[in-house]
């Protein structure tokens, strides 16, 4: 029997404070799994004012798996909403063993969180993969 990858307290407070967030600005985090401990952990915050999806595209690498949870500053018109975004990155090419645990963690990791907004991506190397104007274009599309 293949062992579950387990959610820590630590993913789960940190994503409380993403949610329940006052900032008035975008921020997010990158999640990864840590394969010796079989557990989700934190591999980036982003808390910064200048938090943008660009910024973290730049810190994914390019061969490993890892889920994105970005809290965006959407201004629509004189109202501002702040959508959850969750984005699981899985890169072609990488190992078979981490898409699998990604893979089974994905639909028990956005049912825990209650994510409505989730996106896949598969590569980095299209410039317009995980920039504002991509998450827009889903954004305006998910109405």
């Known amino acids: 029997m293949a062992q579950e990858v387990s959610i820590g307290k630590e993913v789960e407070e940190a994503f409380k404070k993403l949610r329940f967030s006052r900032a008035d600005h975008n921020i997010g985090m990158i999640l990864k799994i840590n ?14 004012p200048d938090t943008t999806l660009e910024a973290i595209k730049e810190d994914l690498e390019d061969q490993n798996p890892r889920f994105i949870l970005f809290s965006y500053k959407w ?6 909403n702040f959508p959850i975004i969750f984005i699981y990155f ?3 090419g990488s190992s078979p063993y981490l898409n699998m645990l ?3 963690l994905k639909p028990i990791l956005s049912n825990k969180l209650n994510i409505q907004r989730q996106y896949e991506v598969r590569e980095l190397d299209e410039e ?4 504002e104007a991509w998450l827009l274009e889903r954004l305006k599309g998910a109405k």
């Open 35 to 48: 394969k010796d401990a079989m557990a989700l952990e934190i591999e980036y915050n982003y808390t910064e």
């Open 75 to 80: 201004q629509l018109g004189d109202r501002v």
């Open 90 to 92: 899985s890169p072609e």
């Open 102 to 104: 990604y893979s089974r």
């Open 128 to 131: 317009d993969v995980l920039t």
